[in-house]
């Protein structure tokens, strides 16, 4: 079991530039979340989707948009990239105790 | 307010000693508790479920006391591979939305 997959790992955006966070998950896991952390700061919820079809926003949603047409793969667009959006990006599933179960990340730098 | 509150440190201990992270939350619908571990520049990890009566793994122990609202963590003879910083996260089982995280505290264990 792969788990949490996130791509990329990296990415240097220019101002106005668009791009897709990939995330996708093997465990089966209905509930999905998107997370920003910015240095020395805690995780801030974007967007969640409790199961394919659903999605919601989150506490900082602007600038972002989701979509889950499958249980598998939740990915998160920036439309156009400020340099506000410099983050690293945490994608999630959640089991049934409610634990969390984290991606790797994905840091994203915007020039 | 915030809805999860936590001391950020960071704390700096001897090897060996005894350190323990308090964290308070304000919602009181809040039904499930958790602490994660984050590496420098890692996704966290879960570290330990905390139930009402109290559980211990290993050399960490959790407690929930409900009345009033805080959650603790503790470490005993700390090493120095639990340098990391300390999440505590309240959530409930309704709402995905109101899974909590407070902003950490930094634990750095000296030889």
């Known amino acids: 079991n792969a788990g949490v997959t996130q791509t990329p790992k990296f990415r240097i955006l220019k101002i106005g530039q668009s791009m897709t966070l990939q995330c996708t998950q093997d465990?089966?896991?209905?509930?999905m979340y998107w997370y920003r952390q910015d240095p020395g700061m805690g995780l801030k919820l974007i967007y969640y989707?409790?199961?394919?079809?659903?999605?919601d926003k989150g506490e900082v949603p602007n600038g972002y948009n989701v979509s889950r047409s499958t249980t598998e793969d939740f990915p998160l667009r920036l439309e156009l990239a400020a340099p506000s959006q410099t983050s690293v990006y945490f994608c999630?599933?959640?089991?049934?105790?409610?634990?969390?179960?984290f991606g790797e990340g994905s840091r994203l730098t915007v020039l | 307010r915030k809805e999860v509150e936590q001391d950020p440190g960071p704390f700096n201990v001897p090897e060996g000693a005894t350190v323990a992270f308090n964290c308070t939350y304000s919602?009181?619908?809040?039904?499930?508790f958790f602490w994660y571990r984050q590496d420098c520049r890692k996704e966290p990890k879960l570290l330990m479920s905390?139930?009402?009566s109290g559980n211990e793994d290993g050399r960490f122990t959790a407690q929930l006391n409900r009345a009033s609202q805080y959650i603790s963590l503790l470490i005993r003879d700390s090493k120095l591979s639990d340098s990391a910083t300390y999440l505590c996260?309240?959530?409930?089982?309704?709402?995905?939305?109101?899974?909590?995280f407070g902003s950490g505290t930094r634990l750095s264990i000296r030889p």
């Open positions: 999630a599933t959640q089991g049934n105790t409610g634990e969390l179960f």
């Open positions: 465990m089966n896991h209905n509930y």
């Open positions: 989707s409790v199961g394919a079809g659903i999605t």
């Open positions: 919602n009181s619908a809040s039904q499930s």
């Open positions: 905390v139930y009402s």
């Open positions: 996260v309240g959530g409930s089982y309704s709402s995905a939305s109101k899974i909590i």
